[in-house]
């Protein structure tokens, strides 16, 4: 459905990212997926399930503004 892809690049340290993304699951549900990690190694997920639109993206958008004040930056 939509998906938030962030990087972060430390100067001497590996690139970070962080993905944030939403669909929709097979109950009429939406779920919102997290992953991050190092680039180019394996990383960490969620899912986090909600019952409407509306609070997935709100809590998309939590997530998002979280990670870009501590550094990230859009892809």
């Not at 998906?3 to 779920?31: D, G, K, W």
């Not at 979280?66 to 892809?75: H, N, P, S, T, V």
Request: glycine share 6%; with cysteine; proline share 3%.
């Amino acid at each position: 459905m939509a998906t938030c892809l962030l990087y972060r690049q430390a100067p001497a340290r590996a690139p970070r990212y962080y993905r944030i993304e939403l669909a929709m699951n097979l109950f009429a549900e939406v779920s919102v997926l997290r992953e991050w990690g190092v680039a180019g190694r394996n990383g960490q997920s969620t899912v986090n399930i909600y019952g409407n639109l509306r609070d997935a993206s709100v809590a998309a958008d939590k997530h998002r503004n979280r990670m870009i004040k501590r550094g990230y930056d859009r892809a």
